[in-house]
């Protein structure tokens, strides 16, 4: 079932979802060949609570051990932060989500250090592209498979692969609720968007083969080609006028040394 968020839980939201933001930007500054991602981990941790928010992603279903989904090259997404140091020519998805006054927020950012190779850039790129392509179809009136349509006609027009087993979701008191939002889909299918829909949209879009596979941790998954994989997570709340997009990377595209986008937005 669906929630529909009031405008009073969506500015609440929106409150959280700036100190997510923040949180990346925090993190975007420190990442950089030897860097271990359990530090970026700390770091993120500390910097919610310092303003009065709790890791979503800690300790979610009982047993993820950190508040970042780190995930280096090869790991789609639910990568945990260890002792592994970043190193030259790595892309690396950091995800993270806030519990702030009863509800959560949730965005992500690959990141690609410097030395990372041009069609690999490419991929990050068309990612990224294919994000906000579904967020122009995230309007009410249109339905689900609008979204998922145009991130999937676009990032396969490259031969890449879209991740089948994981889907972005609606937000709100749960971290994960109604809709699922997959990267996959149909045209004019799916549930009607309509104000009040709060959701996650998050192409997690592979080089190569769309299959993937999960590690013995119980978390982390891998591209089953071992080829690079790629996710960018926007939040968005469908409103009568305009869909409103609740998330930012404002503070990372400010913060991260490498500036690597070449389109505008
Ligand atoms: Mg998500
Ligand atoms: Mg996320």
Redesign the pocket.
């Known amino acids: 079932m669906v929630h529909l968020k009031s405008d009073e839980e969506i500015s609440i939201i929106k409150e959280g979802a700036r100190i997510l933001g923040q949180a990346h930007g925090e993190i975007a500054g420190l990442i950089k060949p030897g860097i271990k991602t359990s530090v970026l981990d700390k770091v993120a941790e500390e910097y919610i609570r310092d303003y009065g928010g709790v890791p979503s992603f800690k300790n979610y279903n009982g047993s993820f051990p950190a508040s970042l989904c780190i995930s280096v090259n090869d790991v789609v997404v639910h990568g945990i932060p260890s002792n592994y140091e970043l190193k030259e020519g790595d892309v690396v998805s950091i ?1 993270c ?1 806030v519990y702030y006054k009863g509800y959560h927020s ?1 965005s ?1 950012y690959t990141y690609p250090l410097e030395g990372t190779d041009e069609k690999v850039l490419l991929l990050l790129e068309r990612t990224y592209e294919s994000l906000y392509r579904g967020i122009e179809q995230a309007k009410a009136g249109n339905r689900m498979g609008d979204v998922s349509f145009a991130i999937q006609s676009y990032v396969e027009s490259f031969g890449y692969g879209v991740v089948r087993e994981l889907v ?2 609606g ?1 709100g008191k749960n971290l ?1 609720e109604d809709p699922e939002v997959p990267n996959f889909g149909k045209r004019g299918k799916g549930v009607k968007l309509v104000p009040g829909m709060v959701f ?1 949209i ?1 192409p997690m879009i592979n080089m190569g083969t769309k299959k993937v596979v999960q590690e013995r941790d119980g978390w982390t998954i891998r591209t089953a080609d071992r080829r690079p994989s790629a996710h960018f ?1 926007h939040m968005v709340a469908i409103r009568e006028e305009k869909t409103e997009v609740l998330t930012t990377h404002q503070y990372i595209e400010e913060k991260y040394s490498f500036k690597w986008r070449s389109k505008s937005r």
């Open positions: 995800d989500g949730d992500a972005g979701h937000v994960h996650a998050e997570e």
